[in-house]
């Protein structure tokens, strides 16, 4: 029988986007020291980290675990209430150790290890050549599980970013309403990144991956027009 190709679809429809997945930069092998520190940023912010997706980056240890110091490293994440995902792209030894133990590489940090050397860094475009990309705009409210995400530039959000949702930006973050959920500036490494918001309620806030959550930040700034900057590792904020 003649089947119509119009009237069939796919069991499967495959994407690959944008998704909040925190990073895990282990400077020691111990699995209990990682449970313990995880168990602690839990305690901080259970309905942000709980069940939250956790990638390792090996990078910083001084000599790459084997696969059973591994393992042991995977079980604390899972002992500590995250769940690992998958490892950060680095050597091929890295990429060897995640074969074997069945996990992924995430993409963004397999291209920054694939990049040839020969090869220039890529080049966001300078503003004073009048080639940068213009901010990307958004005018209406971004809901709980909506996300927002501007590529190689800022983001500015003209309504609120309600409870739940997230704005994400390589660049800078303006938010000029309510900022609730989470914001995410600097998403690609761009430690000079800002977040500015006219009322401050986030459940957390990143500037090239250095975060506070909300807790965390002091209550004369809660529902006060914020900016958040980083000074070398530590991300600062203050009332505008």
Not at 182 to 196: F, S, V
Request: aromatic share 4%; with cysteine.
């Amino acid at each position: 029988m003649a089947v119509d190709g119009a009237a069939v679809q796919a069991a499967v429809e495959l994407r690959f986007g944008q998704v909040g997945v925190a990073t895990a930069f282990l400077r020691s092998a111990d699995a209990a020291i990682l449970r313990s520190e995880l168990q602690q940023r839990l305690a901080t912010a259970p309905t942000l980290f709980s069940r939250a997706p956790l990638v390792l980056d090996l990078s910083r240890l001084p000599d790459l675990p084997n696969c059973d110091t591994t393992l042991a490293l995977l079980q604390a994440v899972r002992d500590a209430g995250m769940l690992p995902v998958g490892l950060a792209y680095g050597t091929a030894q890295n990429a060897r150790l995640a074969e074997t133990l069945g996990l992924p590489l995430f993409a963004k940090f397999r291209q920054q290890a694939e990049r040839p050397a020969s090869v220039a860094t890529e080049q966001v475009p300078d503003a004073a050549s009048g080639n940068a990309p213009s901010a990307l705009h958004h005018a209406r409210p971004v809901r709980s599980g909506q996300q927002i995400y501007a590529r190689q530039r800022d983001l500015v959000v003209g309504a609120a970013v309600g409870s739940g949702a997230e704005a994400v930006a390589d660049g800078s973050i303006h938010v000029y309403g309510r900022l609730g959920g989470r914001a995410l500036a600097g998403a690609r490494g761009d430690t000079g990144a800002r977040i500015y918001c006219r009322e401050f309620h986030a459940e957390l806030i990143s500037i090239a991956g250095h975060y506070r959550v909300l807790e965390d930040v002091p209550v004369a700034l809660h529902g006060k027009p914020v900016q958040a900057w980083l000074e070398g590792e530590r991300l600062m904020l203050e009332k505008l």
